[in-house]
C-alpha cells in the first residue's frame, strides 16, 4: 500500500485592489516528525509582489526560501508535538513587507503499522483543525482547484476519500467538492465572509478493496475578507445646540460601522463634514460635531422651511481613502439651534 501524507499547500486566488505583495496570514503543513535535509516543507505563494525585485526570507536558520516560495530544510529538523512556527517575509521595490507565519504540524492523522501488518491504524482524533483559506467574492473560472490533499499520487491506488461538513453536505452545500480517487479539493463557487466566515468538514480515507476506514482530517477553509461593504450610520442623526454657544461646543455624536472583518482597516472610518463647514467641524476618527463659531441665531432661520441646519456627512472606509472605487455612505444631519432666553 502506498505511504499517504497528507498536506496543506495553498492557492492564492488573485483579485483586484488588494494590497501589494499580500501574504496569507498563516500556514500550516502536516509535516514528518522527522524532516530529512532538502525536504521541502512548504511553498509560500505571493500576490501582488513584483516577481523580479521581490525578496523572501525565513526567520530560522535550519530553513532557507527559493524564488519560488519554496521553504527547504537545510538541516534534520524534529518536530515536537507542540509544532514548530516560523515566519516568512516578503518585500518587494515598494518597500512593503509583508510577514507569514509558517506552522509546522507534526503528522498524527494515518499512521502505519508496525512493519509487516501492511495497514494503516485509525489515529485518535487532533485536537486543532488546520486551515486554508480562500479570498471571498473572488470571480474566476470554476472549479478551482483550493487543495492537493494528498501529496503522494501512489496513495490513490489503494484508497479513497470522503469529506462531510459545512459547504460539502450541511448549510451552506454546494461550495466544495472532492475528487474520491486523488483527495484534490475544489472550491465550486464564490463564497462571502459576511455570510459565512469558515467552512469546517472532515476528510476520510478508506480501503478501496476492503472499504475499511483508515484515518480522518479535520480541515477549516477560512474566508478572507476583502472591503465590499459601505459603512453604514447608527444612532442619532439629529442634535439641539443653544444660540450664541462658545466656539468648540459639543453638538453631539455620529457613527458608523462595518459588516467587514473586525480589526482590519477595512472597518476603519473616516468621517468628514461636506456642508455646514462655516459653522462645525467634525473629528475624522471620533464623529464628534463641535461648532466653529460663536454667532450661530435661531432668528434668521426659517424653520418651517429648513427645520433647522442640515449638515451633510461622509463615513468613508480608511483602506480605500486613496483609491477609485472608495467604500462610503453620505447622510444629512440635522442641528436644531435653540432660542435662548436673554433675560
Given amino acids: 500500500m502506498g505511504k499517504i501524507l497528507i498536506s496543506t499547500t495553498y492557492l492564492m486566488l488573485i483579485l483586484s485592489c488588494v494590497e501589494s505583495c499580500f501574504l496569507l496570514r498563516s500556514l500550516y503543513v502536516i509535516v514528518p516528525e522527522i524532516i530529512p535535509p532538502g525536504y521541502q516543507v512548504a511553498k509560500v505563494e505571493t500576490i501582488g509582489c513584483d516577481a523580479k525585485s521581490a525578496q523572501l526570507t525565513v526567520k530560522d536558520p535550519s530553513f532557507t526560501i527559493k ?11 524534529s518536530v515536537g508535538e507542540g509544532g514548530r512556527i516560523f515566519s516568512v517575509s516578503a518585500r518587494d521595490k515598494s518597500g512593503l513587507e509583508r510577514k507569514m507565519e509558517v506552522h509546522l504540524v507534526r503528522s498524527t492523522i494515518l499512521k502505519r503499522h508496525e512493519r509487516g501488518q501492511g ?17 471571498e467574492n473572488y470571480e474566476g473560472n470554476y472549479p478551482i482547484l483550493l487543495e492537493k490533499l494528498v501529496s503522494d499520487p501512489s496513495a490513490s491506488h489503494d484508497m479513497y476519500f470522503t469529506i462531510e461538513g459545512e459547504g460539502v453536505d450541511t448549510y451552506a452545500t454546494g461550495v466544495f467538492s472532492l475528487d474520491r480517487d486523488t483527495g ?160
Fill in 67 to 77: 524564488s519560488n516560495g519554496a521553504v527547504i530544510a537545510l538541516r534534520s529538523v
Fill in 184 to 343: 484534490d479539493l475544489f472550491l465550486l463557487k464564490a463564497v462571502d465572509r459576511e455570510e459565512f466566515p469558515e467552512y469546517n468538514f472532515e476528510l476520510r480515507a478508506f480501503d478501496k478493496h476492503t472499504n475499511v476506514e483508515l484515518g480522518y482530517f479535520p480541515l477549516t477553509v477560512i474566508v478572507d475578507d476583502v472591503n465590499d461593504n459601505a459603512p453604514e450610520f447608527v444612532g442619532p442623526l439629529q442634535f439641539t445646540v443653544p444660540e450664541h454657544c462658545s466656539a468648540g461646543t459639543v453638538v453631539g455624536v455620529v457613527s458608523a460601522t462595518d459588516r467587514d472583518q473586525d480589526g482590519t482597516d477595512h472597518v476603519k472610518i473616516k468621517y468628514t463634514l461636506v456642508s455646514g463647514s462655516d459653522m462645525f467641524t467634525i473629528h475624522p476618527e471620533t464623529g464628534v460635531i463641535t461648532t466653529t463659531t460663536n454667532t450661530l441665531d435661531r432668528e434668521p432661520l426659517d424653520y418651517e422651511k429648513t427645520n433647522g441646519l442640515q449638515l451633510l456627512i461622509i463615513a468613508q472606509n480608511v483602506a480605500l481613502l486613496n483609491g477609485s472605487s472608495a467604500t462610503w455612505q453620505s447622510i444629512p444631519v440635522n442641528v436644531n439651534v435653540e432660542k435662548v432666553d436673554a433675560g
Fill in 119 to 135: 495497514s494503516l491504524n485509525r489515529s485518535k482524533r487532533p485536537a486543532c483543525r488546520f486551515p486554508t483559506s480562500v479570498v
